[in-house]
């Protein structure tokens, strides 16, 4: 049961390049999310995902592009890396059924932007 | 838009007590969620406990409870019997009820929380 899985787990990128931040989930949950971790905010959405080809932006969008062809994943674009984005992105898929509602987490991808 | 303030940034409580984290939120929604998530060292967001905002009865998950006061909008997490790997940040999070953009949590700064041995 792999549950919700990110890749890389660590990345060093350079301003300007593309990354590609992976997540794959094993469970066929409907919802999926991107979120980045930063001193001083907690979690902030960047996009969300309500189903294959459906999309939406967060809180902070700027700068990133995702994409669901499939319903198991949800890879999170950076099209040019800049160092604001050195940050910690997790990944989390939602089960939505009353009282078991519950986003689940992946490990995180720790980006670093030189 | 939803507001989640964690006001205490540490806290540190002696092995085998008590402790409480405090969270308070602003909505103007009647339906939502409350979640109380824990981020030990490995990083990785564990989910310690969930409130259903139309339940009364505060939830409870072996040592962890809340403090569910919807009037006040406070959600608050006690730790019985707090052991060294209670050591993490703690989140707390508020989720409107449906889907959509409802879908998304709203998480506080997080509370770091250490237990002295």
């Known amino acids: 049961d792999a549950g919700i899985t990110q890749s890389p787990r660590y990345k060093i990128t350079e301003t300007g390049r593309q990354v590609t931040l992976m997540c794959h989930q094993t469970w066929s949950h409907s919802y999926m999310f991107w979120y980045r971790q930063d001193l001083g905010h907690g979690l902030r959405l960047i996009y969300y995902?309500?189903?294959?080809?459906?999309?939406d932006k967060g809180e902070v969008p700027d700068g990133y592009v995702v994409s669901r062809s499939k319903t198991e994943n949800f890879p999170l674009t950076l099209e040019s890396a800049t160092r604001s984005q050195t940050s910690v992105y997790f990944c989390a898929s939602r089960l939505g059924a009353g009282n078991q509602e519950t986003q689940y987490f992946g490990p995180g991808t720790r980006l670093l932007v030189l | 838009a939803q507001t989640v303030t964690q006001s205490q940034p540490e806290m540190s409580v002696q092995e085998a007590e008590t402790v409480t984290l405090s969270c308070t939120y602003d909505t103007s929604e009647n339906n939502y969620y409350l979640f109380w998530y824990k981020q030990p060292p490995s990083r990785q967001m564990i989910l310690v406990i969930r409130?259903?905002?139309?339940?009364?009865q505060n939830a409870t998950e072996n040592r962890f409870s809340v403090n569910f006061q919807k009037a006040a909008k406070s959600f608050s997490l006690k730790i019985s019997d707090s052991q060294l790997g209670d050591t993490a940040m703690y989140f707390c999070?508020?989720?409107?009820?449906?889907?959509?953009?409802?879908?998304?949590?709203?998480f506080g700064k997080g509370i770091t929380l250490s237990v002295r041995p």
């Open positions: 409130q259903e905002a139309y339940k009364q």
């Open positions: 995902s309500a189903a294959a080809d459906i999309t």
């Open positions: 999070a508020f989720m409107k009820h449906g889907g959509g953009a409802n879908s998304k949590l709203t």
